[in-house]
């Protein structure tokens, strides 16, 4: 059973453009949690979903932000004209129900 | 204040030593998580427990509801321990976690 994946692993993007960050939960999984970790900082609950239903996004941004995860096919983080302060790690985890947690190995934005 | 404190911020050791990593928090939780992140990597869970105590080869943890404070104890460290070691809590119907601002830990040989 192949754990949480995400790719890409690392994403360097110029200012202005769009990043797209991709988890493919655990099989069986149908929760599905995205986090932030910004330099020097500690991890920020962002969006929890469940297959086609975002249940909480209280921790994303209000602007340029967006997530979902479609019937079929991964779930998706996607930040529009991405600036500076948006590079960070970004880690998903899933779980089969709403208790423990498994994470990907995330995936390393870099905004230049 | 923040939701979940960690002590100490950072911590060395000389490896076989015995360690403790505390973690206190201040909203009511359904679970506690203890996860270790090495330099530039992923998270890996080490534990997650609602109740008394839970051992995983040389790392133990254990939580006190009333007091709402957990610990988490390697025994025999090695320098393969050194890590960020992060408290996370489940809070909320949705089980969202809130972490804590994690403590490096550094083994000596």
């Known amino acids: 059973n192949a754990g949480v994946m995400q790719n890409p692993r690392h994403l360097v993007r110029r200012r202005g453009q769009e990043a797209r960050l991709r988890c493919s939960p655990m099989k069986g999984h149908s929760h599905v949690y995205w986090y932030r970790q910004l330099p020097e900082e500690g991890l920020k609950f962002m969006v929890y979903?469940?297959?086609?239903?975002?249940?909480?996004e209280s921790g994303m941004p209000k602007e340029r932000f967006s997530a979902e995860f479609p019937k079929e096919g991964p779930s998706i983080l996607r930040i529009q004209q991405v600036v500076r302060g948006d590079s960070a790690a970004y880690f998903c985890a899933s779980s089969p129900e709403a208790d423990t947690q498994y994470f990907g190995p995330g995936t390393r934005l870099t905004v230049l | 204040k923040n939701e979940v404190e960690q002590s100490p911020q950072n911590l060395t050791a000389q490896e076989g030593e015995f360690i403790t990593i505390n973690c206190s928090y201040s909203v009511g939780i359904s679970a506690l998580h203890w996860l270790q992140q090495h330099p530039g990597g992923g998270i890996v869970s080490l534990f997650m427990?609602?109740?008394g105590k839970k051992k995983h080869g040389r790392l133990i943890a254990t939580i006190n509801i009333q007091e709402k404070h957990s610990s988490l104890h390697i025994t025999a460290s090695h320098p393969r321990d050194s890590a960020v070691y992060i408290c996370a809590v489940l809070t909320g119907a949705n089980s969202k976690l809130t972490f804590g601002k994690g403590i490096t830990l550094s083994v000596r040989p």
């Open positions: 979903l469940q297959k086609e239903n975002i249940i909480d």
């Open positions: 427990l609602s109740s």
